[in-house]
């Protein structure tokens, strides 16, 4: 039955002071089928494009058995198109632009064929969107979500709604902070799985990640990078590689579940190494278990 | 020989979110000797207060096993006074007052007894006050170093030529980033060690710390905390236990460095959990070997 994926595909125009792109490929559901992609398939893309997003694009993702049936292309549409300079200081970013496009009428369809999958990744979309992916659902038994800042500002009574659904929550420390009235990070997290999702995961940028069960917490480290060519998408890849070990596994017991947050660092941690998708596009599975070992390498200590 | 601590005692007036003290004991070397006191002794500390210091810590700091006989208590001088407030998100402080008193014109003399002493932990003072405590041993094996962006922008230069007299230089996220003039912290790290120090930590407050040796990189978790009583000391406490364990083991290898860390980071959780030195009078080395545990528990996780 696969995995479901569902959120943006777009065209993206990045500035770092190392290089610059333009209309590369980017979007959450983009980077989140990738990383997925590497662990088990096939991935059931949900989204929706333009006639101009390019059929190399569509190729590549064939390529690693991502199934495109959900995918809308509008005749005549443009694809979403985002803009972004980031600085020195790459944990700083601007928007440029943001161009809706087509996805300011993205109502997502899923397939009759991914409608009884059990694995569900929702990328960081309106939390009205999300809530509709679920009701078109059968039986899904791990919803892996997202969202930002701005839902969190602006859609909070629907985000609300939608929480009760979903098994994890995936946000950043910052978003955390604001959807939980509470700059503690630990106690952010339970009024936060008080809302609803029964595991969250903090993520920390260049610090890393933090996971949080009924009965652990986890600390994740952060993969020592000295240069980070381009950070778009990394927090996508991160979910990609979470759900795609544990829809590989079908083990979502605790010490499984800490696996995970490595194998999504890894991918988030590759997925920074290059421009748009290109540092997700030829990996090896050995590649990425060697690295997995690295961050075991990185935070393991004994006992004397 | 014991294990050398310089650096300042003073009297600090803490507000917090949730409390307030008074002329509550304060001072780097009183929180690193008594973190460092639960390792091993003797404590040799050298500071200077005035004779306003109350006795009740003098003798509280002797219950310790710290030595105190390289304090000099300056008859009708006023101790070092220190006066900070911490906002709702502890993260954030402000500093209402700074009366340095006695401290300024504080020149450290090593007592015969403590000059043979092979471990030495140098608190955040003047790196001139620093270099003329090393200048005062005869044979130091390990010399751990703190210091802080005051002295980074008005005393760089007498730092620089300090940092190749330290093994270990202890300093948080933001004091690396101005010391080595680079925002991402792998980079700044390879750049600081070239400095001198062959051994480099980076506190980063509740995102943990890192480890920089020749051969490895270490990612240490923060201790998960809901409720940060006084952040005061926190750093202090870290090197005490950092030091503290090296001391007692004299295992200078990679591994037990790493243990070090945790540690220091231990110690750390231990302070902040109480006002003032609280939370660092009464512990027994089992509430100590058992966080260590929590530390184990809160990153460890195996390849299936």
């Not at 777009?10 to 980017?26: C, M, R, S, Y």
């Not at 064929?113 to 694995?119: C, D, L, M, P």
């Not at 997290?189 to 890393?208: D, S, V």
Request: glycine fraction near 8%.
């Amino acid at each position: 039955m696969g995995l479901l994926v569902v959120g943006s595909l777009g065209l993206d125009t990045v500035a770092t002071p190392f290089d610059k792109i333009e209309n590369a490929l980017g979007g959450s559901a983009t980077y989140i089928s990738l990383a997925a992609s590497y662990f088990s398939g096939p991935i059931r893309l949900v989204g929706i494009v333009g006639s101009d997003f390019p059929k190399e694009y569509i190729d590549m993702l064939n390529t690693h058995n991502i199934d495109l049936e959900g995918l809308q292309i509008v005749e005549g549409g443009k694809t979403f198109r985002w803009s972004g300079k980031y600085h020195y200081d790459l944990n700083v970013r601007d928007t440029l632009y943001t161009e809706l496009n087509v996805f300011e009428k993205f109502d997502p369809v899923i397939p009759d064929s991914a409608r009884k999958s059990k694995f569900v990744c929702l990328g960081n979309i309106d939390p009205v969107l999300q809530s509709k992916v679920l009701d078109q659902m059968e039986n899904p038994q791990f919803v892996v979500c997202d969202t930002m800042n701005y839902w969190i500002e602006g859609k909070k009574k629907e985000l609300l709604e939608l929480l009760p659904r979903v098994n994890v929550l995936i946000i950043n420390d910052s978003e955390a902070r604001l959807l939980a009235h509470e700059p503690n990070l630990i106690k952010a997290a339970k009024l936060i799985r008080a809302m609803g999702p029964e595991i969250l995961i903090i993520k920390k940028g260049e610090h890393g990640a933090l996971l949080f069960t009924e009965e652990t917490i986890f600390s994740a480290p952060a993969f020592p990078m000295e240069s980070i060519y381009d950070p778009t998408g990394a927090g996508d890849s991160f979910a990609g590689g979470f759900i795609g070990y544990l829809f590989k596994t079908r083990d979502l017991s605790s010490e499984s579940l800490k696996r995970a947050v490595i194998y999504g660092s890894t991918m988030a941690s590759f997925c920074v190494e290059k421009f748009s998708t290109k540092g997700l596009e030829e990996l090896s599975y050995l590649q990425i278990q060697d690295r997995f070992r690295q961050f075991m390498n990185l935070s393991r200590f004994d006992e004397e």
